[in-house]
């Protein structure tokens, strides 16, 4: 008899990779493996914040910044047109409000920075402008009056405050500002380069630029002072959606998807690691020693809807892909739902100082949904999942025999539990939208005859999944599930329809292992373990699980 033990790396859980069969996890769910080395527990959960609820002005986030340019350290969002600001440093919700301030503008867009201390924001209009607010005053038109070269309308900008100087990438050109005098094309990039955003290293601003003509996007270093760029770099695409620069190393993720890092000599895919969905120019951030992305269009793009949208986190130093947040309802009193699976929106900014996590999002179902800032519960944690690579046999075929699950006492007082699933055929992955009937039964036309599992993957529900106990013949066929989700009895709901199969769970407070018996001859097998959070302990913690298989020739 065989043993194969998941993680079997000495730096704990590894994946997410592309293919079926490496490292050891090849799909995640609002997990974190970073907490405790070797352990996979449930993230904290993100709730709302700010929304279009509570302000109808409020819309998509797309930067955040920390300043006190109005004479008040606060956090402040550029939420497509208009700002909004916290009271102070207190992010909670009802804490924020639209920036009531003389000539606020109320066509701000693209991005905006601190440089001086003071606050500077694209404004739309004929020509665009540059609103700066300095000593809690705005100048709505500071960019002209300063004597800037004329920012074309409907084009692209960005900001970066590198050495002395207020970075503005604009087209192909970037000007500067040093406090006293406008650079009008400090440096020009080569034609058909469009500036999408700007970082910078201790030595060199990073440009990220598209190519409009259909050719290769680029990253632009340049030092400051030269009237040209150093270096440039190609990206393998024609678009770079964002970049972030940490320890000093710029990583840059292009239009594929395709995560990608500097090598010193340009920059490289990281190795194995899973291309992502759409990100914007401010959905990276730099993050507890690794990065941050914001990605969306990426759980309903995959024919094995494999990876759910929301917040990844890349951990530099174990080359570990995971998802750590997702984007949901829940507004810190009410939960309507365990995180959005697929947002069916937009992604906007990440943003995060050593203090707070701020995440802009619009998340969309069937026509509802909330364009909302995002930031995390630290006392609730949430629903999660791991997926392991397919186990194959040596030789062929294989006798999985049992399966033992090891894990830390569960702590909290009520709802924590341990489900773990398995299969041994792909079989067909079909998502529709259904319509409850009640809290265990809903209804659809089609008929998924071979469904045994039901993942709840965006709507009120989402981020549960449920066992399929019977579904009626008749159309519109009724699935029973094996019990009810809260909030969910009316409505709809987008579910994708899979063959996992429920082996058992964990729901006692004493055992910390539990062995399940399979007895299945097969090709492969793959392991599906669902970790519940009854909310205010980081628990169930997960730390391994070990298949006895034994190699058959049928």
Known sequence: MNRVIFPDSKYGWTGTYKGDIYGSLWSSFQIDIDDKRGFISPSHRLYRVMDNGLDADFDVPVAFVRTSADGTDRYWCLANKYLFKTVALDVSRTNWQQ???????????????????????????GSDNIA???????????????????????KEHALDNFLDLLLIGSENHIHTWDGTVVSNNAITLPSGYEVV???????????????????????????????????????GDNNV?????????????????????????????????????QVKPNGMTSYEGGFLVLTNEFYIHQDDKRNPDGVYYYNMDTNVLSHRYSIGQYDGTTSYDNGQIYIGGTVGAVFYDNTNLLVGSYYDYSGTGKKAIFSIKSSYYDHSYFITPKIMSDKGFGFYRDVILKFLKLKNTYNDKIVIKYRTEDGSVNSQYITWVSATTFSLSFLYSDAKEALFCDGDSAGNSR??????????????????????????????????EKLGEVTDKVTQSKLFAILKRAEWIQFKVEIISGGGKRSPMVTSLILDKKESLR
């Open 197 to 235: 955003w700007i970082r910078h290293t201790s030595d060199y601003a990073i440009i990220g630029a598209k190519n409009i003509e259909g050719g290769e996007a680029k990253i632009f270093f340049w030092d400051g002072t030269s009237t040209t760029y150093n270096y440039y770099y190609g990206v």
């Open 467 to 500: 066992e399929i106990t019977d579904i009626s013949s008749a159309s519109p066929h009724i699935y029973t599930i094996d019990s009810s989700i809260y909030s969910a009895s009316s409505g709809l709901s987008y579910v994708t329809f899979s063959n996992w």
């Open 99 to 125: 920036d009531p301030t003389t000539n606020s503008p109320t066509a701000a867009a693209y991005d905006m920075c601190v440089y001086g201390g003071d606050l500077y924001v694209f404004v739309l209009g």
């Open 132 to 154: 700066q607010l300095s000593g809690g005053t705005w100048t709505s038109t500071w960019w002209s009056t300063a004597g800037g070269a004329t920012l074309p309308f409907g």
């Open 241 to 277: 959606y964002s970049g972030v620069v940490v320890n000093n190393i710029p990583y840059v993720i292009n239009g594929n998807g395709t995560l990608m890092k500097f090598s010193g000599g340009g920059f490289v895919p990281i190795p194995n690691i899973i291309d992502l969905g």
